[in-house]
């Protein structure tokens, strides 16, 4: 990606970031007796660079030492899970919303109420990054990075079809998809990707929840299978545009999030559901053939609906391990205010990662940072950023078999694409799976 910060800015900004560490913040006032033991602290292997130098600026600031280590995302939670049962030593570390419920129930990281320098920031964090956050009514962590769903549109493509604006439904977008498709500009207008992977539950999230659906309640009880609950609705809706309508290509179950990105940026379609981060490659004339008129729309409606979307987090977590020791807590604590709260006076590390990656951040008056709206205004438009965050929401099927009810759900979906299943059959085994492992 195209780098919005040059190196001597960011030189300048790391330096603020040692100098100003401790000034006028009172979380950062810290005991000199708790400066011996090293904090352990892992990390999966992204922007590591930055996390370096943050790592270094809190040294300078806070006179504590940190042993920095990284895996590779693909190996990290089973690498984390190993020393978690080996008992290695680890105080801090970043965790996917998705495992929360499995290593908060295992007992491997530890809620973080107690300490008022991390939950200071709630007032200012997104309410589903938050609730991502929480277990139990307990929370773990603070978010340092944050994103969603987003539907993107080709303004050329749409212009050229004679179409004035976005869609603002499912049924609306078949019917310009269809226009676009009989103008000749556009063989499959949808790009979506319905690959096998990681991404996988978002895509089906954004669907369910903009059809004012779900897949289970807040109990936990599925309501996938309920044809008033949205899911079939939205599972309906994908299935006539790849078999009756023929606007999203029957390949799409073998296409994923990255390769969804490719072809949509070469200019094969004129809509795309696509991380909303993406929206700075698509808008980049070094890696986009369509750069400059790529669009945010909100995500449509479905009849009964709303403009929902997914969203997702990752944040800093305390390890049990970690807690029980109140020295190393405390300290710990610093370490995760410093990534996920303020470094001094400012959000620095989520600016610094918003800068130099396009990431999302979860607070909620980084929208309105001179800064943020500056880069941003270079490839899109900040408000639709900020008016999308503002209706993301959690998965609401984090739970300690996700994963196994994971690949069901996705070979049910993938199932009813291929017209191996009818809509109907394919969520009463997703539910049935749920249902089945819920109970065992």
């Known amino acids: 990606m195209t780098d919005l910060l040059s190196d001597a800015t960011r030189r ?32 999966w292997s992204a922007a590591v660079d930055l996390v370096k130098s943050h790592v270094t600026a809190f040294e300078l600031s806070s006179k504590l030492k940190v042993n920095y280590n990284n895996a590779p995302w693909a190996q990290y939670r089973e690498a984390m899970v190993t020393k978690f049962v080996g008992k290695a030593p680890i105080d801090v570390l970043w965790v996917s919303d998705s495992w929360l419920p499995e290593w908060a129930e295992a007992g491997w990281i530890a809620p973080i109420d107690s300490f008022s320098n991390l939950t200071q920031y709630n007032a200012e964090t997104d309410e589903f990054c938050l609730e991502s956050m929480r277990y139990k009514g307990k929370q773990y962590g603070l978010t340092y990075y944050s994103d969603y769903m987003a539907f993107f549109y080709d303004d050329a493509v749409l212009k050229k079809a004679g179409i004035k604006a976005p869609p603002k439904s499912w049924d609306e977008l078949t019917a310009q998809c269809l226009q676009i498709k009989k103008a000749g500009l556009s063989e499959y207008p949808m790009m979506l990707s319905m690959a096998r992977e990681s991404w996988l539950i978002e895509f089906l999230s954004a669907l369910v929840f903009s059809n004012g659906g779900r897949f289970v309640d807040d109990s936990g009880v599925p309501v996938m299978a309920d044809p008033k609950k949205g899911a079939q609705q939205a599972l309906q809706w994908v299935v006539d545009a790849v078999t009756k309508h023929k606007i999203i290509s029957p390949a799409c179950v073998e296409t994923g999030e990255l390769n969804g990105l490719k072809a949509f940026s ?106 943020i709206q500056e880069s941003y205004k270079k490839y899109a438009d900040i408000a639709m950023f900020e008016k999308q965050q503002l209706l993301a929401r959690k998965k609401d099927v984090i739970a300690r078999w996700f994963g196994e009810w994971d690949e069901v759900n996705s070979t049910a979906w993938q199932s009813a694409i291929l017209g191996k299943s009818s809509v109907a059959a394919a969520l009463k085994k997703s539910s049935d799976t749920w249902n089945d492992l819920r109970k065992s």
Do not use: C
């Open 12 to 43: 300048d900004f790391l330096k603020m970031s040692a100098a100003t560490g401790l000034a006028g913040t009172s979380a950062l006032t810290w005991d000199a007796q708790a400066q011996s033991a090293p904090l352990n602290f892992y990390t």
């Open 266 to 371: 070469s200019g094969n379609h004129a809509f795309a559901l696509l991380s909303r981060y993406r929206i700075r490659t698509l808008n980049d004339p070094k890696q986009s053939a369509i750069a400059g008129r790529v669009k945010q729309a909100l995500m449509p409606a479905g009849n009964g609906g709303s403009h929902a979307t997914v969203g997702w987090m990752r944040f800093h977590g305390m390890t049990a391990q970690a807690a029980a020791d109140k020295t190393k807590a405390a300290n710990a604590a610093k370490l995760i205010e410093w990534f996920g709260g303020k470094a001094g006076s400012q959000y620095q590390f989520q600016k610094m990662l918003f800068s130099d990656l396009g990431s999302g951040f979860g607070v909620k008056g980084l929208f309105k940072d001179p800064d």
